[in-house]
């Protein structure tokens, strides 16, 4: 069965510095990887997804994820944090397109100024 | 475009009392999904539509849980009698269909029971 893994549940950084989540994934084949973010109140959004076209993808607001195989991870990076990236971010895997989407635990984000 | 709109926002119920929420997804959008997302954790799926008909219910827990989506738009979730471990945040979501794993989410529907 699938699942995703998120390592740290709590990542605080601050204003202007490297973003990095991680997210690791077990399945059988090669999945399909998303990563949503929910900003506080609001619903969950898509922020980018993984479906074999290319191994790093390029998201909304400054975010990317690269696709390692032989990891299998599939970490969020961002160059340079900006408070309103502060948000929970949760890494979701689906093994085979339409099948049940899994999402892990989620990441709280916290940017210091 | 409006998005997914879910209602109540908030409901606060005792034990044993029924309780509904209800999801009205975004035009055009053929699946329909209700997720429950405890307090920490992430949203797990309850159940899946395609368009009127369930094609994933099997985390549902049938003997308090119910669904419908009736004519293919509108979705109700009801809890009949609400436990106090049904304390969750009630999360709709809709997409144009099963294959797109891109899923709009409604605000939640955040269930309190005492």
């Known amino acids: 069965a699938q699942s995703v893994t998120q390592l740290g549940s709590h990542v605080s950084v601050s204003e202007g510095a490297l973003v990095l989540l991680r997210c690791n994934y077990s399945?059988?084949?090669?999945?399909?990887l998303f990563w949503y973010v929910q900003y506080p109140n609001q619903g969950l959004q898509l922020l980018l997804k993984y479906t074999s076209a290319a191994t790093l993808v390029k998201g909304i607001n400054g975010f990317e994820a690269e696709f390692k195989k032989s990891e299998t991870s599939f970490h969020l990076t961002k160059p340079s944090a900006h408070m309103s990236d502060a948000a929970e971010y949760f890494c979701a895997v689906e093994e085979t397109s339409g099948s049940r989407l899994t999402f892990g635990e989620g990441t709280q984000l916290t940017v210091n100024p | 475009e409006a998005g997914v709109v879910q209602s109540p926002r908030y409901k606060i119920i005792e034990k044993k009392q029924p309780v509904a929420f209800w999801c009205n997804p975004i035009s055009g959008h053929n699946t329909l999904y209700w997720y429950r997302q405890n307090l920490g954790q992430g949203p797990e799926l309850l159940i899946r539509?395609?368009?009127?008909?369930?094609?994933?219910d099997s985390q549902l827990p049938k003997d308090r849980f119910s669904a419908e989506r009736l004519k293919g738009v509108d979705s109700t979730l009801k809890i009949q009698p609400a436990e106090l471990g049904d304390s969750a945040v009630y999360l709709c979501?809709?997409?144009?269909?099963?294959?797109?794993?891109?899923?709009?989410f409604g605000e939640g529907s955040r269930l309190t029971v005492l």
């Open positions: 539509y395609e368009n009127e008909e369930a094609v994933d």
């Open positions: 399945s059988s084949v090669p999945p399909y």
């Open positions: 979501a809709s997409s144009l269909s099963m294959n797109t794993g891109e899923l709009f």
